[in-house]
């Protein structure tokens, strides 16, 4: 169904694919369960490179490919000859002759697509220092499930807005019709490069001003505002970013009916207050089972 051979950026996909892969998540949704549920990774093998903490990706991933029909081999890149040195196209050369398919988190999105580019396999991105994809159709279903709709919603990215996160909301707002206001710091706002590229029906502006991002939102999303591998800049990552937490009184500015996602985890306290988490406008439960379905619909249509 996708004409890419990887799924690396969410620019590996055009609307209608981004459409029809939420489409798929929602409808495989329904079917979990179901004794004629789709199996179309039977007989198949997936391999998990991961070299980041992970809880979400990791376990849907590997409890999606198994109710696809197929088998996940989870591989920690300390129990990997890659993680003695053997390089990263020696690794690809030789596991695609086992796998069907790929899915790595790494730091580096460069080794991704150095590994991709010596697989005959698809690789799906389960995350680098600069995109997240998986996630975003996650979060594209569950807007899709709350607002009956994608295109002309609007949504505030308040906080680390250079992240893996940001960056991939752009994308994905830009080919979905989304009106995208990332409310950040200055120093923690998009590569202006990276947003010249983006050539989809949606919106994306740039503020420092976090009322000004929020202001009429449909839906306000925040991330951790030390993503994995920036623990060095802790301290001046907390103190920047604290005027953009998402909290009761910056969710008055935006519509009444606002929802909130986050893609967790989530430090309470810090980018999300502990009451709007928990709260009724929050929508980040959904949001994290959302990730199984999504992740299952892109191996259906990614693994042939
Ligand atoms: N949202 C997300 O990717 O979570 P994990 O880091 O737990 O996989
Ligand atoms: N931006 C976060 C996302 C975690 C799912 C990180 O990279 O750590």
Redesign the pocket.
């Known amino acids: 169904m996708l004409k890419t051979r990887h799924f690396l950026t969410l620019r590996d996909v055009d609307s209608d694919e981004l459409a029809a892969l939420v489409n798929l998540a929602q409808t495989l949704k329904q079917q979990r369960g179901s004794p004629d549920s789709p199996r179309p990774l039977a007989n198949k093998s997936i391999g998990m490179i991961f070299s980041k903490?992970?809880?979400?990706?990791?376990v849907s991933f590997e409890v999606g490919i198994h109710e696809l029909g197929g088998q996940s081999m989870f591989l920690g890149i300390d129990q990997l000859q890659l993680g003695r040195g053997e390089t990263v196209a020696d690794t690809a050369m030789v596991l695609c002759r086992y796998l069907h398919g790929v899915v790595i988190r790494s730091h580096e999105h460069e080794g991704v697509e150095a590994f991709a580019a010596c697989s005959s396999v698809p690789v799906i991105n389960g995350?680098t220092d600069r995109y997240?994809p998986c996630?975003l159709v996650a979060d594209l279903q569950t807007i899709a499930e709350s607002a009956g709709r994608i295109a002309g919603v609007s949504v505030a990215y308040l906080g680390d807005g250079a992240s893996n996160m940001a960056n991939s909301w752009a994308v994905a707002a830009s080919l979905a019709g989304v009106d995208l206001r990332i409310g950040a710091p200055v120093g923690y706002q998009p590569d202006a490069a990276m947003l010249e590229k983006l050539a989809g029906p949606g919106r994306v502006t740039v503020t420092d001003d976090p009322v000004a991002a929020v202001a009429d939102a449909d839906f306000v999303y925040t991330d951790v505002w030390v993503s994995m591998g920036f623990e060095e800049e802790a301290g001046d990552r907390l103190a920047v970013m604290a005027p953009y937490q998402v909290n009761e009184a910056l969710l008055g500015q935006a519509t009444p009916g606002v929802k909130v996602l986050h893609?967790?985890?989530a430090y309470r306290g810090k980018e999300i207050a502990a009451e709007v988490l928990d709260g009724p406008r929050s929508l980040v439960w959904d949001q994290?089972e959302n990730?199984l379905h999504a992740q299952k619909a892109v191996l259906t249509a990614l693994i042939r």
């Open positions: 903490a992970s809880t979400r990706t990791r995350l997240h996630q893609c967790l985890p994290a990730r």
